[in-house]
């Protein structure tokens, strides 16, 4: 059982350059988000879905974009880089039964923008 | 809307020392409460959770009770080793239709010297 899996690990990009995240989970969760973790703020949330083909912005979401094609994937696009988005990138998923629920994160991805 | 202060850091300590991490919170309706555990160069970890007033939540030694009178869920340990030397970061779940959303505080680094 893999739980969530993000990739790549390590990515360097040129301001103004694109590239998307991926995440994937193989737990059947309903929920996914994005979290960016920046030195002296925590995580913040940038895009969750609550199912196939249903996404949301969170508290941070400019410069990115999301979709849900499936329950498994939620990758995470970055169309134009700024160094504003030098950060490490945490996806998880989430599920509710009943009165239980649970978060599982991914092992992050560290992007440096220059 | 919802938020989660901690404790200013980093909190130095020697092992066998007493921990304790402070966290408040704010949110409307009945939030669960958790506290997350992140490693050196590894992803969040789940370390507790409570999900209603004066639940106590534990594991591996440390505690940390729901206290809505004072809208706080702070970090306990009897004596801490070099190996809880991480990051921690209290979180809440507003509930509701909430899933798929933590809001974090802004983190706690933690160092322990043999």
């Known amino acids: 059982n893999a739980g969530v899996t993000q990739t790549p690990k390590f990515q360097v990009l040129k301001t103004g350059q694109s590239m998307t995240l991926q995440c994937a989970q193989d737990?059947?969760?309903?929920?996914m988000s994005w979290y960016r973790q920046d030195p002296g703020m925590g995580l913040r949330l940038i895009h969750y879905?609550?199912?196939?083909?249903?996404?949301d912005q969170g508290e941070v979401p400019n410069g990115y974009n999301v979709s849900r094609s499936t329950t498994e994937d939620f990758p995470l696009r970055l169309l134009s880089a700024a160094p504003s988005q030098t950060s490490v990138y945490f996806c998880?998923?989430?599920?509710?039964?009943?009165?239980?629920?649970?978060?599982?994160f991914g092992s992050g991805t560290r992007l440096t923008v220059v | 809307g919802n938020s989660v202060t901690q404790m200013e850091g980093p909190v130095t300590l020697s092992e066998e020392a007493f921990l304790t991490i402070n966290c408040t919170y704010t949110?409307?309706?009945?939030?669960?409460l958790f506290w997350y555990v992140q490693y050196p160069g590894e992803g969040l970890q789940l370390l507790l959770k409570?999900?209603?007033?004066?639940d106590k939540g534990s594991n591996k030694g440390f505690e940390a009770t729901y206290r809505k009178e004072t809208t706080s869920f702070h970090l306990e340990k009897g004596s801490v080793q070099v190996s809880d030397s991480a990051v921690y970061f209290c979180?809440?779940?507003?509930?509701?239709?909430?899933?798929?959303?933590?809001?974090f505080g802004q983190g706690t680094i933690l160092t322990v010297h043999p």
């Open positions: 998880a998923s989430s599920y509710v039964r009943g009165e239980n629920y649970g978060y599982t």
């Open positions: 737990m059947n969760h309903e929920y």
């Open positions: 879905s609550v199912g196939a083909g249903i996404t």
């Open positions: 949110a409307t309706g009945y939030p669960s």
């Open positions: 409570a999900t209603k007033a004066d």
């Open positions: 979180a809440l779940h507003a509930g509701g239709t909430s899933y798929g959303k933590l809001t």
